[in-house]
T-cell receptor, first 115, second 112 residues
């Protein structure tokens, strides 16, 4: 199971782009990279998922280099409401082996956005 | 509305008194999972289920039981709760192994 490492906290200001990098040196061939957002006392919310290169949706972009040993979540023009904890997850082999969905969350990155 | 519903939202109980936290999803998802969240430790997976009658241990299964008799329900059972099980619990469901999870609103459990 690939372990992930991400910064404990980051600070930013409204309107700036925020990039949160996650290291996952032991990522397996069939693993996917997923990011979640969590507000206090709420369940995490799925943001974006990718396997390689770049994925973009209406909320964020995910950049994954060719070696897949790291990934970067990019949040364009953050606002105060983006203050939350962001988790990087690397999924277990699941589809091919039928081993289920054993996803491990770390402690995440606390992003604080100020005016 | 597509959602994962947990009950109760808050629960205070005494050591040793069996309790069940219910979880239900209305999205016909195959995969369901339970997590606990503690300060400084992040979210840790307790049990997960790949389908009806198929469950497996997560990272911290000790002291917990689950069952998956129906696709939509995945209750978490604490046969003999102890104070170290005081935590915030989340249930989640997913359509496939690599699709994003939808989480419930959480159950804050206090065992005294």
């Amino acid at each position: 199971l690939a372990k992930t490492t991400q910064p404990i906290s980051m600070d930013s200001y409204e309107g700036q782009e925020v990039n949160i990098t996650c290291s996952h040196n032991n990522i397996a061939t069939n693993d996917y990279i997923t990011w979640y957002q969590q507000f206090p006392s709420q369940g995490p919310r799925f943001i974006i998922q990718g396997y390689k290169t770049k994925v973009t949706n209406e909320v964020a972009s995910l950049f994954i280099p060719a070696d897949r040993k790291s990934s970067t979540l990019s949040l364009p023009r953050v606002s105060l409401s983006d203050t939350a904890v962001y988790y990087c997850l690397v999924g277990d082999k699941a589809i091919l082996t039928g081993g289920g969905n054993k996803l491990t969350f770390g402690t995440g990155t606390q992003l604080k956005v100020e005016l | 509305e597509a959602q994962v519903t947990q009950n109760p939202r808050y629960l205070i109980t005494v050591t040793g008194k069996k309790l069940t936290v219910t979880c239900s999803q209305n999205m016909n998802h195959e995969y369901m999972s339970w997590y606990r969240q503690d300060p400084g430790l992040g979210l840790r997976q307790i049990y997960y289920s790949m389908n009806v009658e198929v469950t497996d241990k997560g990272d911290v299964p000790e002291g917990y039981k689950v069952s998956r008799k129906e696709k939509r329900n995945f209750p978490l059972i604490l046969e003999s709760p102890s104070p170290n099980q005081t935590s915030l619990y989340f249930c989640a469901s997913s359509l496939s192994p690599t699709a994003g999870y939808t989480f419930g609103s959480g159950t804050r459990l206090t065992v005294v």
